[in-house]
């Protein structure tokens, strides 16, 4: 489907692009080596206008429906993390980071960056990978660094700052064959395996003040001699260690869940995490205390450290009742003042090429039964035909309502509460995720990007 656009104007940075594409206007070369005359004072050259570069191309189809602002940019392809403006996609700010990034990188409300970067010498590596995090001033300053990088354990994807300043990171949890066998009863062949477990960081002290594994709140139902075995279906609170979509060809490597995003909810003290290999977004109890998250009891809800809730993929609990939504998914985001959340879903997956974002409303008190649909019902969603990104991608809803969607292989979309599409962004490399600040946000004071 082809939207009807009234205005378009683009600028971009050509790689390997044909010459005269249609559609697009090229800015003219011009010689600034000689000073162009003042007229009211021909001995006093003007200054020359500052220029930006420019890190893609732009493309409005309704300025009036544009959310004002600049878009801060993860690009992954190339490294850099920087700020640009939304009519010219200029590049007004970049951070100079010390490392790579591994994934996410966002402005906390005191315009400190919380990013992930690829530590040193990582002793493992799956796609999105990191091991370092880092709190970096406006000024470039380190300000505080984190690194989980063992034999065992690596940090990726995702961070997230908790209201009381400490850090929240995603982490690969790796055991041998040999104990996930024994212990957990992984039926596979994989060499080590690795799960998924959440680490809250106090950055005043380094002391990690919670934790939860995923280890601790597996079943299976392949060796009745283990202790985790159990009848799937009838236990949606827990986590089929051996679960293996049908849909999904090729080798796991030991990535058996590959989690790849984690959202705070302060309302309800409540963790939301995408797992894209079970194509569904798990909700843990935050209130328990670090012994409680190794349990099935404890915290507010009195479910320790067991899943809370869980949505997107019902197969991936045998649960006959519901419809998955879910071919792989990104970007969980709870939106501002109100009980729902966006997520990204991929697609990628069973013949599914066409990405959709959802708005969905969050269970009134998160009870999750078996044999029972417990999926979310659906707000709102958009998609398009040209909108599909099989990896990465994100949304978040801004200031005047309208959703800034990542399609990590392409930009960055905006569109409105009634699904028009009012700005393009198309970046030079692969965009992790963008986030968005309207002009007057405080958050960019100390960037000068007027």
């Not at 940019?73 to 990034?101: P, T």
Request: hydrophobic share 35%; glycine share 8%.
């Amino acid at each position: 489907m082809k939207p009807s656009i009234l205005f378009a104007f683009l600028l971009f940075i050509c790689f390997g692009c044909s010459d005269n594409e249609p559609g697009f206007i090229e800015e003219e070369e011009t010689d600034q080596e000689t000073p162009i005359e003042n007229p009211e004072n021909p001995e006093t050259p003007e200054e020359p206008e500052e220029t930006y570069e420019v890190a893609g191309e732009i493309e409005f189809y309704d300025e009036n429906l544009i959310s004002e602002g600049y878009v801060l940019v993860n690009d992954v392809g190339f490294n850099r993390v920087y700020m640009i403006n939304k009519d010219k996609a200029e590049i007004r700010y970049e951070w100079e980071l010390e490392q790579g990034i591994g994934n996410d990188a966002e402005l906390l409300e005191n315009s400190d960056l919380l990013v992930s970067l690829i530590a040193e010498d990582v002793a493992f590596s799956f796609g999105g990978f990191g091991g370092l995090v880092q709190l970096v001033a406006p000024d470039n300053t380190v300000k505080w660094e984190y690194e989980i990088n063992t034999t065992f354990e690596l940090g990726h994807h995702d961070v997230e700052e908790l209201p009381n300043g400490n850090i929240l990171i995603l982490v690969w949890e790796g055991k041998l064959n040999d104990e996930a066998r024994e212990n957990f009863g992984y039926a596979y062949d994989d060499e080590v395996i690795y799960a998924e477990k959440l680490i809250e960081v106090n950055p005043a002290t380094n002391e990690i003040v919670w934790q939860w594994s995923s280890w601790d709140h597996t079943i299976q139902e392949d060796d009745v001699t283990k202790s985790n075995y159990g009848l799937i279906s009838e236990n949606p609170q827990r986590i089929d260690l051996n679960y293996r979509d049908a849909l999904r060809d090729g080798s796991y490597n030991g990535d058996i869940m590959h989690a790849n995003g984690i959202e705070y909810d302060a309302q309800n003290d409540l963790i939301y995490i995408s797992v894209n290999f079970y194509s569904e977004v798990w909700v843990l109890d935050h209130s328990t205390t670090t012994e409680e998250a190794a349990l099935n009891t404890g915290g507010n809800r009195n479910k320790g450290g067991d899943l809370v809730y869980r949505f997107g993929n019902p197969e991936a609990y045998n649960n006959s009742q519901g419809t998955r939504t879910f071919f792989y998914n990104h970007g969980i985001n709870k939106i501002a003042n109100t009980e729902h959340i966006l997520i990204y879903a991929n697609g990628g997956l069973g013949g599914v090429t066409q990405s959709v974002v959802y708005e969905l409303a969050l269970p009134d008190a998160f009870v999750m039964q078996a044999d029972t649909d417990n999926e979310l019902e659906e707000v709102w969603s958009f998609t398009d035909p040209d909108l599909f990104a099989p990896r990465v991608s994100g949304a978040y809803r801004l200031s005047n309502g309208n959703t800034l969607i990542t399609e990590g292989d392409y930009g960055c979309w905006e569109v409105t509460e009634n699904q028009e599409i009012a700005w393009k962004y198309k970046g030079t490399g692969f965009t992790w995720r963008a986030y968005a600040y309207d002009n007057d946000d405080t958050v960019l004071d100390p960037f000068d990007l007027q």
